[in-house]
């Protein structure tokens, strides 16, 4: 099947932007080569544009937003109230897009993310495909302590539960079909790469090599890669309290043992003072108990931010000119 044939989709590329001022003016013409490309090739409609997103910046990357699209009919903005974090950001794009194009293409405004992989995602697209992921190919620009611990991040994932496609982050192809439905999702506690192979659909993936940043620095540093691997296992899996439940059963096994041990040995009379393996008894428990406490605790609050229901999103500026909703 080739959807092109009958109908050129109109593409939006979908770009969270926070404090990146030194950035911007520089992707800026990487982003617009490839959409005019896509165009002159007939890959895509002439109504195709590049929607930034805002993510409450405190530098003046609204500004630049604002005057990019000032000069530029091809470029759009919408600004969120305030931070709210790169996944929620994106959310708002999508959710915004999906009223306006067939197809949209996530990415880092960074220039990290290879554009001319655009152009294999629309065709995979144009087969039949309703999501296509980039994946990242080589890992060799990251550094060693990067690549280790993205790596780390992934099996980590796998193995507490929670599916996503190995290296692929969070540049992808989805139509506003599956968007349709992916909106459906109401969850607050958001973890897209993990969401998306939920929603279903045709999909296929697409490798890229990913670049090195072009300026500015990165907002991912370790701390905020361990709270989104958290985010990531607790939002799609519970695999942490089974693991809990199976820990307790074979640690009372084992207590069972300990209690029929002590019991025959206090009956033959060999009980001694016992000190130092009553403490060692005590102290490994108290803390197994508080681990799990711990990790129970993760989902006591993630379904306590559930229940709120709070907004994921609050736009609260667009460029001028942005175009009205359709359907
Ligand atoms: N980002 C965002 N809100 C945030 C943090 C990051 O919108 O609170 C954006 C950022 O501008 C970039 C993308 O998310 O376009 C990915 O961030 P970054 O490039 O810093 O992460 P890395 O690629 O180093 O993992
Ligand atoms: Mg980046």
Known sequence: MDRIKNRKPILYLVIPCYNEEAVLPVTKDLFLGELELLVNKGKIHEDSRILYVDDGSRDRTWEMICQMADEETRILGIRQSRNRGHQNALLAGLMEAKYHCDITISMDCDGQDDVEAAEKMVDAW????????????????????????????????????????????????????????????????????????????????????????????????????????????????????????????????????????????????????????????????????LLCLGVIGEYVGKIYMETKRRPRYIICDKTPGFPERGQ
């Open 126 to 289: 144009a087969q039949g495909n309703e999501v296509v992921y980039g994946v990242r190919s080589s890992r060799e620009v990251d550094t060693f302590f990067k690549r280790i611990t993205a790596q780390g991040f992934y099996r980590f994932l796998s193995l507490m539960g929670a599916e996503v496609v190995y290296n692929h982050a969070d540049y992808r192809l989805m139509s506003s079909r599956c968007l349709k439905e992916m909106a459906d999702y109401q969850e607050v506690n958001l973890f897209l790469r993990g969401l998306v192979p939920l929603v279903g659909f045709p999909s296929t993936t697409v490798e890229y090599a990913r670049k090195e940043r072009m300026a500015g620095t990165t907002h991912y540093p370790l701390k905020k890669m361990i709270a989104l691997a958290m985010d990531g296992i607790t939002s799609l899996s519970i695999r942490p309290l089974r693991l809990i439940t199976g820990l307790g059963f074979i640690l009372a096994v084992f207590s069972l043992l300990g209690v029929i041990w002590a019991f025959v040995e206090a009956v033959r009379g060999n009980t001694v003072d016992g000190w130092a393996s009553t403490m060692c008894v005590v102290c490994l428990m108290s803390g197994i108990q």
